[in-house]
């Protein structure tokens, strides 16, 4: 009897050091320098050619990251950081539904060409149509005039703002400068990604 006790509390030592081991292995190998964020599923493996969109909601969600390293908002800041201060914006947090910002997509000529390309194959009316390919064509040839009310517009669609309606009162967007758009990209390591 005693035996049998002592087998059942070394097989669950056993265990518990297990799962002691593997914890501290999956934090090691998926924990993101400087974010304080881990990674898990899909966003772990990356995706380099957004093999995962499927609908409008992909499609803006991917807008909204791309447009990210252009856009600057001091309230923003507040929301996320606590401070107004610091050299760029930081990316949007998770619980607002988006991926880990060294996951976002970069806003170059290559990704805008590839979501134009998603677009015109979706089931959506022309007008939507029309209004996507109309700002990524924009995009594409460098005119950013209408990028911070485009990305106002499909954020507040997108963003799961259940829990965080602060978010929504945000109404100081505007484009970043070359520098705070350099910072953001360094920051996040998203600078030679795509090139």
């Not at 590839?114 to 939507?128: A, F, P």
């Not at 997108?158 to 965080?164: C, I, L, P, R, V």
Request: proline share 2%; glycine share 6%.
């Amino acid at each position: 009897m005693k035996s049998g006790i002592k087998n059942k509390i070394i097989l669950s030592l056993v265990g518990i050091l297990f799962f002691c081991i593997g914890s501290y292995a999956f934090v090691k190998f998926n924990y993101i320098e400087g974010s304080n964020q881990v990674l898990s599923g899909p966003e772990k493996e990356g995706r380099e050619k957004f093999e995962y969109l499927s609908n409008l909601d992909d499609v803006n969600k991917e807008i909204i990251q791309m447009t990210s390293q252009k856009i600057e908002s001091d309230q923003l800041k507040e929301l996320i950081r606590g401070s107004s201060s610091g050299s760029f914006t930081p990316a949007y947090l998770n619980t607002l539904g988006f991926d880990l910002a060294p996951y976002y997509r970069t806003l170059t000529v290559e990704n805008i060409e590839y979501v134009e390309e998603y677009v015109k194959k979706l089931e959506v009316d022309k007008d939507t149509e029309g209004y996507y390919l109309s700002f990524l064509e924009e995009w594409k040839k460098g005119d950013y005039s209408r990028l911070v009310e485009v990305h106002k517009k499909i954020f507040h669609e997108y963003a799961d703002f259940s829990n965080k309606m602060r978010f929504k009162e945000i109404d100081d967007y505007r484009l970043a400068t070359p520098k705070e758009e350099q910072d953001f990209l360094d920051h996040y390591s998203l600078n030679n990604k795509e090139r």
